[in-house]
């Protein structure tokens, strides 16, 4: 089975990294509305949310997997090695230049998808805590993954880090956009 799934990822990486992040994607989704079916106040839970699974399935599997496969060719192409320097470098460079893009990418797709009338509102107003977030989480959890894990880990430990990370963002969209809130360039 590890051979094969080797030579899936060897013969076929665009639609073996598709397959896996869109899974996680759907997966993180999946894993939000069962922690909020099982712990919410309601003694009726409502019905899981397909329509939303299948937007994850979208974002995940035919965008950001794309985008983040040949952003990291790219990256390691061009900074290759594992001197502190160029690890810092990859860093910023991922934290800064890539993920606001993937940010805006995923919530204004997700707005899309869901039809709604201003596809840039959720955009505006979630974007800055989003992207806060993200570098909350991933600069301490890439330095570890470069200072502390071993090379053999690191696929297992970035992607328990992805899974986790996409469970806040899950959790990040399903938060209600206010009605009256400034835009962005307001503040």
Do not use: H
Request: aromatic residues 14%.
């Amino acid at each position: 089975m590890a051979s094969f799934i080797k030579s899936a990822f060897t013969r076929y990486p665009v639609i073996s990294n598709a397959v896996v992040y869109g899974t996680m994607c759907v997966g993180a989704e999946f894993t939000q509305q069962t922690f909020k079916r099982n712990y919410s106040e309601k003694s009726n839970p409502p019905p899981y949310d397909v329509a939303s699974l299948g937007r994850y399935a979208v974002v995940g599997t035919c965008i950001n997997s794309n985008l983040l496969y040949f952003w990291y060719k790219w990256l390691d192409k061009n900074f290759s090695g594992t001197a502190k320097k160029t690890i810092v470098k990859k860093l910023l460079l991922d934290q800064f230049a890539m993920t606001p893009n993937l940010l805006i990418i995923f919530y204004i797709s997700m707005s899309i998808m869901e039809g709604k009338q201003d596809i840039f509102e959720e955009c505006k107003q979630k974007f800055i805590p989003t992207f806060k977030s993200s570098c909350g989480f991933w600069l301490p959890a890439q330095t570890i993954n470069f200072l502390l894990v071993p090379p053999a880990a690191r696929v297992v430990y970035v992607g328990t880090c992805s899974f986790l990370w996409l469970n806040i963002l899950c959790l990040l969209k399903s938060e209600k956009v206010a009605e009256d809130t400034p835009a962005l360039e307001a503040l």
